[in-house]
């Protein structure tokens, strides 16, 4: 009796384990791949890292992308069950904009003499720094700016570290070709530039981006020809919180609120007080996950209707609160934004506007 695909009635195979070989490729796939990489490559040669070394690159950045795809997903492929082995025959790479590249890998995997092939999409971010080398390079010029990019709040997250470096990565070219490096502290990332106006943009950036405050010191070296040249300090304090999550300081229990006029905004989470404190006095402030007294929720204001403000809940419900009931924290009140939302005492507070 000939064997048969349980799954599909198929017979003759060829098979994979028990079943046909078209049947094992749609259960099972061919291989376990990562669904995203970071590419460190050199922004002046580049050169990309690859197993702690420093390769040179074939040219652009597309291609650079292929090759370092080619090899990296390729030595992190690992073959599904039942199979021996796993390779990538075939690529291609395209642009998915935020300076990442969609990879698509066409991979065949085998077990004896059946071979199954499948195409598989893994995004790659490049993120470009300096190779020791161009790094050595540039540094004997000296810099002419430090960005130091600190938390507002305790300390940054893995994730949020590489979201910075991704965003300092995907800068137009002009802003990253003047980085000389990009260092990673215990309290935070130190970015090094060449050009004192091209910092200031970059700390622009970051702060539009991410949201936080700017501040500056200059440390004099020298003059030259009667002009004076120094080192340009900017102190980037990012914001790592999100509206509504709660901070501890001693006895202290507050919500964050958001930022305005350059102070940082926060509500009493016992209380309802809401106050304004300066960056450096946040950054005593721990995140905290215990218990509130009131509820925290997020809701989508609607609209008003006979004295009566509407809200719908992330459920879909339908809310409605007296105008006298209503605080707005943070933002402005606007049809169709979005809110953190606490309610406290019978008093609701907003805070933190999202379109």
């Known amino acids: 009796m ?11 195979g060829p098979f994979v384990g028990p079943l046909c070989a078209d049947c094992y490729a749609q ?10 990489v970071e590419m460190r490559y050199c922004r002046s040669c580049g050169a990309y890292r690859l197993q702690g070394e420093w ?20 030595q992190r492929a690992k073959p599904s069950q039942h199979l021996e082995e796993v390779y990538v025959k075939d690529l291609r790479a395209e642009y998915a904009g935020h300076g ?15 071979e199954l092939e499948e195409e598989r999409s893994v995004r790659v971010t490049p993120v470009a720094q300096l190779c020791p080398s161009c790094f050595r390079r540039k540094s004997k010029s000296g810099h002419a700016a430090v960005i130091q990019i600190r938390p507002l709040i305790g300390r940054f997250s893995e994730e949020k570290m ?20 990009i260092e990673e502290l215990r309290e935070g990332i130190d970015v090094t530039v060449e050009d004192q106006s091209i ?14 405050f700017l501040g500056e010191s200059f440390k004099l070296t020298g003059t030259r020809g009667g002009e004076k040249r120094g080192v340009l300090s900017i102190s980037a304090r990012i914001v790592n919180a999100e509206p509504g999550s709660l901070l501890a300081y001693g006895n202290r229990r507050v919500l964050f609120a958001g930022v305005s006029r350059n102070r940082v905004i926060l509500l009493d989470a016992y209380s309802g007080e809401i106050f304004e404190e300066e960056a450096d006095d946040v950054a005593k402030y721990k995140a905290s996950e215990e218990a509130l007294p009131g509820e925290l929720m997020r809701l989508r204001f609607l609209g008003a209707s006979e004295g009566e403000l509407l809200f719908q ?6 809310l409605e609160f007296r105008k006298g009931e209503v605080k707005l924290v943070a ?9 953190a939302a606490y309610l406290l005492k019978g008093i609701l507070y907003l805070m933190g506007e999202k379109a």
Request: positive net charge; charged residues 30%.
């Open 55 to 74: 390769v040179a690159g074939p040219g652009s950045i597309e291609e650079t992308v292929k090759e370092y795809s080619l090899i990296a997903i390729g």
């Open 2 to 12: 000939p064997r048969m695909c349980p799954r599909c009635g198929k017979e003759g």
């Open 100 to 114: 990442a590249y969609l990879v698509v890998l066409k991979m065949v995997g085998r077990r004896g003499e059946v």
């Open 313 to 318: 809940d992330e459920e879909g419900r339908v």
């Open 199 to 212: 910092a200031k943009v970059l700390a622009n950036k970051l702060k539009g981006k991410f949201g936080g």
């Open 331 to 339: 933002g402005r009140l606007r049809e169709g934004s979005s809110y």
């Open 27 to 36: 259960i099972y796939g061919i291989a376990e791949l990562p669904a995203e």
């Open 162 to 181: 590489r979201e910075i470096e991704r965003f300092l990565g995907s800068s137009e070219e002009r802003l990253r070709g003047a980085i000389i490096s």
